[in-house]
Every structure is written in structure tokens, then in C-alpha cells.
């Protein structure tokens, strides 16, 4: 009785009330075990139903038995009738308990089951006089017993760390957190549906490499006891995945887990997700055909719509996307017109602005790389690919031919955030060891997330790649736009968190 006081005038239990509480439900269970009715020796229970087809079909279910089974998420005991509300996967139902219908033992058991108890039932499907779809009980079983109540209070910020390192209750008590990754395996589901249509094949690389390479991050850093090597976990999949295409598989694509030794923020977890694509034949622009119908099939599949609302903001991914070149967007922002420019009017029209620039970073590239973070990301709402890339950013793109200090390079950005990064791939092995050569020059003089040098990937050059274009998203960042998600922990189950107790 005393729980059900508490869910009439809920408030937050103090640690005493919860231990008294973990008491009497062990207290509990070893009465069931001491009646030889222990519940957690109950193997398999068969159902023939879920919540939600009772409810989608009920004209049809009206009348016939069913079997479920779930999480009782309420109790409200009526002297001979009672109510509860069975939780599963894809909802809540109410199911009728009357002491007649069950019997007196099972009754009697029934009033002394708790909270966040797994049952099985099996009833009769009837509507209520108040018209709620209900499920009368005559059958129930206690299938697992629960030993740690669930909170009262779950939502609101003061809960936000508890709920990313106990997600498991997470997802019991918030539905709308069960929803977003729902939602999440379907936007996987409907990628590879896309990338297999079009004749992609999926493949896997290595998650451990000898150097880390394909992208500009810190890794973390294992050893190989058996080989005594310092190993690396890999900061993207590009380098292996364009050996395949060397090797003649001109369409692949790879989803798989990436891990960059980088700070946590809302945007940032240490592994991640994304989806790499190379494609041989076709350039950036094909790349960004592939990207935005990509997109645009996930959109109406998993939501109906390519109309949604991120925080706030209405975004419209239908087709169409915005195009222009980081000169462009640059001289839109900033007024600075770095296409009219050389190297030394670059470097004053940038100090001008008073924008600090850092030694080493102060070739024309460098500073219109620079422009671009200072005074246009963040003005980048709807989807917009920014193209044209200065080749000091940008190791692993191929050059436009028309200026040789550009790259063939795109980044799509949504909300002011990057959702993506490709390229016409560099596919000449002189240029690419000079590109790394210049990456190894910055990580000597102290950039922890220049590139090193990969002899065996300009290998796999020599022997010839022919013309490709390269894409990879943030499947974890996409998630979050589709579900209006602030916080990527909101779209991991499992986000990296600081340990309990771990000094500040």
C-alpha cells in the first residue's frame, strides 16, 4: 500500500525509502521461492499478441482470448476487481483482474505484485464502460520478479546523467525514448535498402590498423600483445574502402562504428556511427545526387514527410538543396572576397577582422578554411552543400582542375552542423604522398590529428583507381535531426559517460 500511496502523491524517495523498498520486494520473492513458486524459473511463456495489435484491431479481437505478456506498469487494486496497465514493446494495455475470474490464490497473489513485475496473461479482449480497450484476466503469471523500483520522477534535467548510464530504465518509464531509437534502427534499415537498390555492396574493414588515417582526429591507442605493436582503433573507414575499389569493386559501402580520442559535448561521443560509400565513375556531384535522394528516401519512409522541426527550426530536405562554393558562402558572410585575392591580401584582409590565425595556417587555403568556420556555419539551416574546398583541408580530395588550390570537395550542413563530407577521391599516388607529406610535416611540428603517412594505401594507388567519388555521414547526427533530438547521447543507448565517483 504504501507504493500506491506514493503513485497517487508522488515524490522524490530518499535513498532510505528506496532500500526499505528493495527489502520488502526481496522479502517478497523469498516467500515465492519458500512456496516453491520461484518466478525467475519460469523459462518461456507463449503470446500470441501484442499490445498494439489489440488495440489496432480490436473490432475483430472483440470477444476472442488472447495471450500477452509485459511490464505491469500501474496497479490500482478495487476490492474484488483490480486494474493494471501491461507494458511491451509497442505499448500499454489495460487488463481487468477480478478475484472471480482468476481465483481467490491467484488474486491473492496478484495484490502483492509490484511495479515493474513481468507478467504473462491470457483474457478475454472487451471495452470497458468507459470505452477503453481492456483485456479481462483469467489467467496470470508472474514471470520475472522486480526487485529495484522504478523511479517517479524520471523526466527533467536533474535526471538527464542517470537516464544516459541507466538506459534500461530509461526506455521502461519514457516511451518517447523508446520511439527515437525505434526510429533509429529504421533509418538504418531504410539506408542499406537505398545503398542495396542501387547496387552497392555492404562490406566490413578492420576497426584496428596499424595507422590511423582517412580523416583529421586523435584515435586511441591499444596493443597487440602477440605482435607487440601499438595498434590503432580507426577514426574512419575511407582508406581500406577505397582499396576496393581498387580491386575492382566499383560500388561499396560500409555502416560501422568509429572512434576518435576527442572531447564529449552535444554534438560529440567518442565512438560514433557513420556510413561511408564509394562509388567508381562518378565524381562529387554524384556524390551529392546520392546523398540528398539518400536522405530524402529516409525521410518518406520512416516519417511520411521531408517536412520536420529540429529544435525549433522547420527544415525542408526535399529535393533540391542548396549549392554553393566555401568562396561564396565565405564572401556572402563575411564580405571578403577571397576569389580576388592572393595569399598576402588574404592574410591582412583576415587580420583586418581581427580573426587570430595560427602559425603554420596561414597559406590562402588555410585562411578561407578559417573564414568559413568564423562567419558561416553557423548561418547554414536548411541543407546546403558547401563545395570547392582549399586543398591544405582537404589530404584526400581530388583537385579541380580549373584552380588547383580547390579541391573537388563538398560538406553538407543542416542547422548551422555538418552532416556530412566527400569528395572526387585523390586517385594520383604522386600527389597524394606530396598531400601526406605535408600532413606528416604538421604532425611533427605538434597537430596531434594530422594524418601520418600510409605507404601501403599510395601502394594500392599505383596500381591504378579509377575516377571515384567518396561520402560519409554521421548516421548518429542524422538520427538527430529526424527525431529532434538536442543531444546525441539522446540518440545513442549507450553513450560514453564518466564513471561514478571518477574525480572531477
Known sequence: MAEQHQAQQPHEQTAEELHELKRIRREKLAELQQAGADPFEQVRFERDHHTVEIHEHFDELEGKTVRLAGRM????????????????RYGRLQLYIKRDNVGDEVYKGYKKFDIGDIIGVSGEVFRTQKGEISVAV???????????????KWHGLKDTDMRYRQRYVDLIVNPEVRDTFEKRSAIVREIRNFMDARGF???????????????????FITHHNALDIDMYMRIATELHLKRLIVGGFEQVYEIGRIFRNEGMDTKHNPEFTTIELYQAYTDYHGMMDITEDMVVHVCEKVLG?????????????????????????VKEYSGLDFMAMNGDEALAAVKAKGIETEKGKESWGDLLALCYDE??????????????????????????????????????????????????????????RGRFERQVA??????????????????????GMPPTGGMGMGIDRLVMFLTDSASIRDVLLFPTMKPLGAEQ
Open 201 to 219: 555492396m555492404e562490406v566490413e574493414t578492420p576497426c584496428l590498423n596499424t595507422i590511423p588515417g582517412g580523416a583529421a582526429a586523435r584515435p
Open 73 to 88: 506498469m500501474s496497479k490500482r487494486i478495487m476490492g474484488k476487481a483490480s486494474f493494471s496497465d501491461l507494458s511491451d
Open 138 to 152: 483469467h489467467e496470470l503469471t508472474l514471470l520475472s520478479k522486480n526487485l529495484a523500483p522504478l523511479p517517479e
Open 305 to 329: 514527410t521531408t517536412h520536420i522541426t529540429y529544435q525549433g527550426a522547420e527544415l525542408d530536405f526535399s529535393k533540391g538543396w542548396k549549392r554553393m562554393t566555401m568562396a561564396e558562402a
Open 442 to 463: 604538421l604532425r611533427e611540428a605538434g597537430d596531434d590529428e594530422a594524418s601520418m603517412m600510409d605507404e601501403d594505401f599510395i601502394n594500392a594507388l599505383e596500381y
Open 375 to 432: 562567419f558561416v556555419e553557423e548561418h547554414l539551416i536548411q541543407p546546403t552543400f558547401i563545395t570547392d574546398y582549399p586543398v591544405e583541408v582537404s589530404p584526400l580530395a581530388k583537385r579541380k582542375p580549373s584552380d588547383p588550390r580547390l579541391t573537388e570537395r563538398f560538406e553538407c550542413f543542416v542547422a548551422g552542423r555538418e552532416l556530412c563530407n566527400a569528395f572526387s577521391e585523390l586517385n594520383d599516388p604522386i600527389d597524394q
